[in-house]
């Protein structure tokens, strides 16, 4: 007579919300997530670029102060006495966020004349600018160096750039135009 034998029915594990792609600045927190049915006890090894990500064994992944060698591509294995499942692979992008490193600086011009304000930032592209005067937006002012020509008096004020990508956001100093008349020879 041979020995009972026991017969374990279960499900393996399948992948019902997959991880989803994050881009955040550097030293920020991301985070991949996984949600799975499967027959417990579940087991999780996250992955970074194929190899294992030490610690990574929850259906949830935090890096906190992330680093550009953190970025890479990540998935998820979670196994089971039944089975193995692999989530989809995610990239995970880190920025270094916007920074100036030349504000723009005052200016004093004629009437008539060329206003000529610019701004040099560094980050992770593409960085977008958006120059205000006195507060409020000037139109289809969205380049790093801003042009006015045939300044008026009521040009004068103050001139700011607010630099963004999607690893953050940064605003110059204010920059002063004054508006004069220019010398006139009368003898």
Known sequence: K???ATLSVGVPPTILVQPTNEAVAVGAVATFSVVVNGS???TYQWLLNGGNVPNAT???LVISNA????GGR?????ANAFGIANSSNVLLTIGIPPAIDT???????AIGGVALFSVVAEGTPPLNYRWSFNGTNVLNATNSVLVITNVQSSNGGNYSVGVSSTFGSV???NAVLSVGQA????A
Request: hydrophobic content about 40%; cysteine-free; glycine content about 0%.
């Open 103 to 109: 504000q723009p600086t005052n200016l004093a011009v």
């Open 2 to 4: 041979s020995a009972n």
């Open 58 to 60: 929850n259906n949830v």
């Open 171 to 173: 605003k110059s100093s």
């Open 183 to 186: 010398p006139v020879i009368i």
């Open 74 to 78: 990540y998935r998820v294995r979670v």
């Open 40 to 42: 417990a006890p579940l």
């Open 67 to 70: 680093q550009i060698s953190d």
